[in-house]
């Protein structure tokens, strides 16, 4: 079965700090691996995504990496501000089908000053 | 400006009152998706598109319908609103299936 978890739920970072999110998918056949961010009440913008090939894409604060082996990805914010407060979406893609993305839980982080 | 617009962006109606979220791009993508989002579930997939007149169904159509008449656009309809549609609507677009996709800002609908 095609699965994307993600964790840990929820975060909460005091600003300036760094924090790793993680997600671990089962799709099959993998194509991409998307991060997305969205703000409570709004649509999810991409930050990343990476090809089976791709193991490491950075996004200016946000870093993304791949472990197509382990099926794992993490991605990292290095210091945090608080407009990072957001939930974090983890969407893996499969190669075949148009019904093809598999979206995660997402992890809610929250930075406070 | 590449956008997805989605209207209304909010919405409050009685049980079957029928209502249409409407949906555009300006990409000229061919892929275009609607998405319902409840807390602790995420984006399930309501249906899809693959191009003008072709759809299908998600991982959850029941209750709902689209049609496809036109490249950009793909609205979303409730013919008889339920109180379990009470959801974030996303609407998303892409152009391919493996490609990044765009998404609205959303629709918050209470069915009451």
């Known amino acids: 079965k095609n699965q994307v978890e993600q964790s840990p739920q929820s975060l909460i970072i005091l600003e300036g700090k760094n924090c790793t999110l993680q997600c671990n998918y089962t799709v099959s056949p993998f194509s991409n691996l998307r991060w997305y961010k969205q703000d409570t009440g709004r649509g999810p913008v991409s930050l990343t995504i990476m090809t089976f090939s791709e193991n490491t894409k950075s996004n200016g604060r946000y870093t993304a990496t791949l472990d197509a082996d382990t099926k794992q990805s993490s991605l990292h914010i290095t210091a945090s501000q608080l407009s990072d407060s957001a939930s974090y979406i983890c969407?893996?893609?499969?190669?075949?089908?148009?019904?093809?993305?598999?979206f995660g839980t997402g992890t809610r982080l929250t930075v406070i000053p | 400006e590449a956008q997805v617009t989605q209207n209304p962006r909010y919405l409050i109606t009685v049980t079957g009152k029928k209502l249409t979220v409407t949906c555009s791009q300006n990409?000229?993508?061919?892929?275009m998706s609607w998405y319902r989002q409840d807390p602790g579930l995420g984006l399930r997939q309501i249906y899809y598109s693959m191009n003008v007149e072709v759809t299908d169904k998600g991982d959850v159509p029941e209750g709902y319908k689209v049609s496809r008449k036109e490249k950009r656009n793909f609205p979303l309809i409730l013919e008889s609103p339920s109180p379990n549609q009470t959801s974030l609507y996303f609407c998303a677009s892409y152009y391919r299936a493996d490609t990044e996709a765009f998404f609205g800002q959303g629709t918050r609908l209470t069915v009451v």
């Open positions: 969407v893996v893609s499969a190669k075949r089908g148009a019904n093809n993305l598999f």
């Open positions: 990409m000229n993508h061919e892929y």
